[in-house]
């Protein structure tokens, strides 16, 4: 069956640009998580949601980041305001629910701010 | 809060030789360990898990590895490599508790397998 996608692939942006990036998980996967990957951080867990609600936002790393579900399935990650620093893979994953479940993870978005 | 540790950034081998990439996690009350590994350009594929029971897990392409309470490891093993073996590893742990779910991973362990 289909896997985790994510859109778009690559993304360039100016300094300063808002950026919207997209996730479809699996489908009947109730738990989405995003993670970001980057040289200096490593993999490090940003948010996840059960359902259409986000229980622990604790990885975000500043109020520029947000991010929605909607429908259980489709979700975005929203970046306003880049910075030089948010440069990184975007990971997206999903599982059968919220614990000790494999997660399966999408390519991931490449953000690139110049 | 949960952290992972990959003792080596880099490990190179030659083929057909045995390989051991080290992780330890710091202590939890429950605690649940994954190997991840990334090749090039790709996205994150599952390994092998521990969840309970048996300490010794076999996961896909012949790796193995070996849960060690009292040393709190979770090496990862595999006793001959190939050329496909090239790729990045990432040792993962869930904690129980508020952070159920939620992935911490190590640094990662570039493998290089040499001819």
């Known amino acids: 069956g289909a896997g985790v996608s994510q859109s778009p692939s690559n993304k360039v942006t100016e300094k300063g640009k808002d950026v919207e990036l997209r996730c479809d998980p699996i489908s009947g996967h109730t738990a989405l998580y995003w993670y970001r990957q980057s040289l200096g951080q490593g993999l490090e867990f940003l948010i996840y949601?059960?359902?259409?609600?986000?229980?622990?936002k604790s990885g975000l790393p500043s109020d520029r980041f947000s991010a929605e579900r909607t429908g259980g399935s489709v979700s975005t990650l929203t970046i306003q305001r880049t910075q030089q620093e948010d440069s990184a893979v975007y990971l997206c994953?999903?599982?059968?629910?919220?614990?000790?479940?494999?997660?399966?993870f999408g390519p991931g978005t490449r953000l690139t701010v110049t | 809060a949960q952290s992972v540790t990959q003792l080596d950034s880099q490990v190179p081998v030659f083929e057909e030789a045995p390989v051991e990439l080290r992780c330890n996690y710091s202590?939890?009350?429950?605690?649940?360990l994954f190997w991840y590994v990334q090749y090039p350009n790709q996205g994150l594929q599952l390994l092998l898990k521990?969840?309970?029971?048996?300490?010794l897990v076999k996961g896909i392409n012949g790796f193995e590895a070996e849960f060690n309470k009292s040393q709190t490891s979770f090496h990862l093993r595999k006793p001959s490599v190939h050329i496909s073996d090239t790729a990045e590893y990432f040792c993962a742990a869930i904690a129980g508790g508020t952070s159920y779910g939620k992935l911490t991973f190590g640094q990662g362990t570039i493998l290089t397998v040499h001819p």
């Open positions: 521990y969840l309970s029971g048996s300490t």
């Open positions: 949601f059960q359902g259409n609600s986000a229980p622990d």
């Open positions: 202590s939890s009350v429950s605690v649940y």
């Open positions: 994953a999903s599982s059968l629910g919220w614990g000790p479940y494999e997660q399966y």
